[in-house]
């Protein structure tokens, strides 16, 4: 079956940077959109950043300039390199596959935990 799973996550300081990584399996990475969604505590799941198979990204109007996303199929591996990051950027961070070719699921990894405080 399919699994995702993120890494990367901890406590970082304001201003600091992360990099999280999600490796998948039991998919054709390279035909699946991937993305990073985020849900900080009392708030719903919001899209941070997503990645199409070509290559041509999206992001959340937040992050925008601060976070990148990028993909290296060959790893079947997805990165969201977050800088700069701020108080609000605390949340769990998901990665999420969608896939463009049979069967056309769509999943879910459990998550990690990004922490930025002072």
């Known amino acids: 079956q399919v699994q995702l799973v993120e890494s990367g996550g901890g406590w970082v300081q304001p201003g600091g940077s992360l990099r999280l990584s999600c490796a998948a399996s039991?998919?054709?990475?390279?035909?699946?959109?991937m993305g990073w969604y985020r849900q900080a505590p009392g708030k719903a799941r919001e899209l941070v950043a997503t990645?199409?198979?070509?290559?041509?990204?999206n992001y959340a109007d937040s992050v925008k300039g601060r976070f990148t996303i990028s993909r290296d199929n060959a790893k079947n591996t997805v990165y969201l390199q977050m800088n700069s990051l701020k108080p609000e950027d605390t949340a769990v961070y998901y990665c999420?596959?969608?896939?463009?070719?049979?069967?056309?699921?769509?999943?879910w990894g459990k998550g990690t935990l990004v922490t930025v405080s002072s």
């Open positions: 990645i199409a198979p070509g290559g041509s990204t």
């Open positions: 039991g998919t054709i990475f390279s035909f699946n959109a």
């Open positions: 999420n596959a969608d896939e463009r070719a049979t069967p056309f699921g769509n999943y």
